[in-house]
């Protein structure tokens, strides 16, 4: 499965560059997958991003959802010390960041424009257009 992270430096991380878990953890914007029913899917907005064990494929989550990944990894208690967590040893967790909307907007385009990936053919309904 092929997959970028946009950052909000503007640069980004792809699978070609190298594993998930390798990638930058901080300021991500857009997550960037193939999605076989429409070419590409733009996932953002969210405060972590994630790939759950044996998923096909990563996307964003919020606090219950990252709760909800904690239980299922090797230390099954981790959930219940959210406020000891250090948030750089998190396996595969990485972080939203927000920016301005014209920033957003032309990261977005670069996204939904990105050649290492199939055209898209339709939005799914909780994308930005």
Known sequence: MRWK???A???TFSWSNGSWEQAPRWAVLFLLTED?????YVD???DFYIWWPGAEKPWGVD???LIDYLRQTEDE???LRLCEIDWER???VKYGRLIGRAEFEKMHTLANNDPDFPARTAYQPEEAT
Do not use: E, T
Request: cysteine-free.
């Open 5 to 7: 992270i946009y950052y």
């Open 9 to 11: 430096d503007g640069s």
């Open 36 to 40: 076989r029913q429409h070419g590409r």
């Open 44 to 46: 953002f907005g969210h």
């Open 63 to 65: 606090m219950i959802g």
């Open 77 to 79: 208690q981790a959930h």
């Open 90 to 92: 998190l396996p595969g």
